[in-house]
């Protein structure tokens, strides 16, 4: 069965400095990723996606990912934090199951000015 | 509206009520998902529904819970007799086309449910 992990509850760094959020996924074939981001009291976001192709796919909000097959990841990366990108991020997968989403437990981000 | 409506945004209820939460999916989208997010489970699939075909409720924790989607469009979600432990924020997401497809689920803001 599909499964993801998010290594970290929470991460905190300074406006301005470098972002990068773990995600490992279970799943035998390739799995179609997925990274959204959750602010308090709004939905789900769709920050970017992958389904094949090249490995780094660039998302809204200057997010990027990477799918490395060889370490079952897909960690989202952003070169410079904003105060705004404080919010709840949650990696999914899907495939298996092609019409269910499999979540991790989400990371909380906390921008430092 | 162009994204996934929800309502009420709020609904708080007595343990043991009926309540209805609704769901709009962005028009033409022909796959329609319910999730549920709770502290202790975090986000979790509940029920599927694809164009015509028999709804996958696979995720449904009891048989408390039945969803319908009426005319191919709008989805009501039905929790019968709750119970507190039904108290979460439910999320409701379409996409364009459902099964093992490449189409991003898109998702409303939730209805956030209280169950005292």
């Known amino acids: 069965a599909q499964s993801v992990t998010q290594p970290d509850i929470h991460i905190t760094v300074s406006e301005g400095a470098s972002l990068e959020l773990r995600c490992n996924y279970s799943y035998g074939a390739t799995p179609y990723l997925f990274w959204y981001v959750q602010s308090p009291g709004q939905g789900l976001q769709l920050l970017l996606k992958y389904f094949s192709g090249d490995t780094l796919v660039q998302g809204i909000k200057g997010f990027e990912a990477e799918f490395k097959r060889s370490q079952s990841s897909f960690n989202l990366r952003k070169p410079s934090v904003h105060w705004s990108d404080a919010a709840e991020y949650f990696c999914?997968?899907?495939?298996?199951?092609?019409?269910?989403?499999?979540f991790g437990a989400g990371t909380i981000l906390r921008v430092k000015s | 509206g162009a994204g996934v409506s929800q309502s009420p945004s709020n609904k708080v209820t007595e343990k043991g009520k009926d309540v209805e939460l609704r769901c709009d999916p962005i028009s033409g989208h022909t796959a329609l998902y319910w999730y549920r997010q709770s502290l202790g489970q975090g986000l979790e699939f509940l029920i599927y529904f694809q164009g015509n075909s028999a709804p996958d409720k696979s995720g449904l924790p009891s048989d408390r819970f039945s969803a319908e989607r009426t005319g191919g469009s709008v989805s009501t979600l039905t929790i019968q007799r709750t119970q507190q432990e039904d108290s979460a924020v439910y999320l409701c997401?379409?996409?364009?086309?459902?099964?093992?497809?490449?189409?991003?689920?898109?998702f409303g803001d939730g209805t956030r449910l209280s169950i005292l």
């Open positions: 997401a379409s996409s364009l086309v459902g099964g093992y497809s490449n189409q991003p689920q898109h």
């Open positions: 999914a997968v899907g495939g298996e199951y092609g019409n269910k989403l499999v």
